[in-house]
């Protein structure tokens, strides 16, 4: 089972940015397409963006197109959500989770859902 860990939250506030981490004891294997999940405050866990096993296709909810880029590093096997502009609607607990590469646009096939990082945005 694949043991994913978010890291890089924090408090910021609106229009600044933050850069979150999602990585795996020994990498995340290559065969993994790689989702970013929020869940704010009272509200169900949504979608934001996943990234195809080569890193080549990406997608991104409508919320924060423009906004996010979601990157993946090989060579580190490190996946990446930049965060820029953020606004207080963004303020969530984010979680990784990954899908077998071939379900890469099925957001119910995530799953191995890391512990997430919580995001605030507040002046």
């Known amino acids: 089972q694949l043991q994913l860990a978010e890291s890089g939250g924090g408090l910021v506030q609106p229009g600044g940015s933050l850069r979150l981490s999602c990585a795996a004891s020994?990498?995340?294997?290559?065969?993994?397409?790689i989702g970013w999940f929020r869940q704010a405050p009272g509200k169900e866990r949504e979608a934001v963006s996943c990234?195809?096993?080569?890193?080549?296709?990406?997608k991104y909810a409508d919320s924060v197109k423009g906004r996010f880029t979601i990157s993946r590093d090989i060579a580190t096997d490190t996946v990446y959500l930049q965060m820029n502009n953020l606004k207080p609607e963004d303020t969530g607990v984010y979680y990784c989770?990954?899908?077998?590469?071939?379900?890469?646009?099925?957001?119910?096939?995530?799953?191995?859902w890391g512990q997430g990082t919580q995001v605030t945005v507040s002046s």
């Open positions: 989770a990954a899908a077998p590469g071939e379900y890469f646009n099925d957001y119910d096939s995530y799953g191995d």
């Open positions: 990234i195809n096993t080569s890193g080549k296709k990406t």
């Open positions: 020994g990498g995340i294997p290559h065969i993994y397409a």
